[in-house]
Structures are given as C-alpha cells and as structure tokens.
C-alpha cells in the first residue's frame, strides 16, 4: 500500500535551515508529483510546493518563495522540502502528499518550530 514518511523536522532558530524529506513507497513514485504542504495550530492546511514526476517544474506558496527548494530524487523514492531564512511564522507540521487516481495519500506529519 502506499505509504509516506516524513522526517527532518525539529527546533530551529529564526533565520536557520531545515531539510524535510519524504520517503515514499507501495507505488511506482517517478510517475507522480509530490506536493508539501503544512498546517499550522489553529489554522487551515496549506500548500507549500509541489514538484512535477521528473522533478523538472515546481511551484511555491508566495510566502515561501526564495526561501524553500522542493526537490526529488527518483533512484531513492525521496521527496525533499529544503528551507532556509525561517521564519515563526513557518511553524508547523508539514506533510508530504501524493495524488494517485483521484485519491490523496498522506504522510503522518514531521513538526517544524522557528522560535529563539
């Protein structure tokens, strides 16, 4: 069955970096695009960024633009959220999540917290 799994997540000062990555399996993963999104308490989840299946085109929330790089590695079923300048205002958990055949599969969730 398809599963996502996110890690990399943690405690960083404002203006640190954080590397999230997903890994992903039970599908044929070059053949989809991946997405991050996050959900911060209280709040709506949202998109951050999505990468095409080759990992060619991506597309980010204004609010993350410059500052986060969504990447793929194909050969090892990884999807990465890399993010640098953060801020408070990007704490959150952050999910991986992959569309397959009109139904959603999500990861459980990795806790990123920008505080001094």
């Known amino acids: 069955q398809v599963q996502l799994v996110e890690s990399g997540g943690g405690l960083v000062q404002p203006g640190g970096s954080l590397r999230l990555a997903c890994a992903a399996s039970g599908y044929r993963f070059s053949r989809y695009a991946m997405a991050w999104y996050r959900q911060a308490s209280g709040k709506q989840r949202e998109l951050v960024a999505t990468?095409?299946?080759?990992?060619?085109?991506?597309d980010y929330a204004d609010s993350v633009k410059g500052r986060f790089t969504i990447s793929r590695d194909n050969a090892k079923n990884t999807a990465y959220l890399q993010m640098n300048s953060l801020r408070p205002e990007d704490t959150a958990v952050y999910y991986c999540?992959?569309?397959?055949?009109?139904?959603?599969?999500w990861g459980q969730g990795t806790q990123v917290t920008v505080s001094s």
């Open positions: 999540k992959v569309s397959i055949l009109r139904t959603d599969y």
């Open positions: 990468v095409s299946s080759a990992g060619t085109i991506s």
